[in-house]
Nanobody
Framework: QVQLEESGGGLVQAGGSLRLSCAAS????????VGWFRQSPGKEREFVAS????????SYADSVKGRFTVARDGASNSVYLQMNTLKVEDTAVYYC????????????WGQGTQVTVSS
């Protein structure tokens, strides 16, 4: 059973940066994609970014391209989401998720971490 735990959320002013981390435990994630999603009050959860466990393939939502970077954290069991030039509209609970490369849905989720961007 894959277990995921996010950390690194907090309060930051617009234009600032935050780095979220997703620590994974359990079986090897060598054949997994790791994704970041977010949900703000009154809105549906939306995709933010994803990468393969090896970090070679990445994907980003248009709203964060050029500002966010998703990558494996070296050889550790963590994936990070570096968020730069944050905007008020980036305020949300951010979730880390994982899916097997052969699965069509993200099956494993973390508990989420709050990111608040003030103006």
């Amino acid at each position: 059973q894959v277990q995921l735990e996010e950390s690194g959320g907090g309060l930051v002013q617009a234009g600032g940066s935050l780095r979220l981390s997703c620590a994974a435990s359990g079986p090897s994630l060598a054949n997994y994609f790791v994704g970041w999603f977010r949900q703000s009050p009154g809105k549906e959860r939306e995709f933010v970014a994803s990468c393969t466990w090896g970090g070679r393939l990445t994907s980003y939502a248009d709203s964060v391209k050029g500002r966010f970077t998703v990558a494996r954290d070296g050889a550790s069991n963590s994936v990070y989401l570096q968020m730069n030039t944050l905007k008020v509209e980036d305020t949300a609970v951010y979730y880390c998720a994982a899916r097997n490369r052969y699965s069509t849905s993200f099956d494993y989720w973390g508990q989420g971490t709050q990111v608040t961007v003030s103006s």
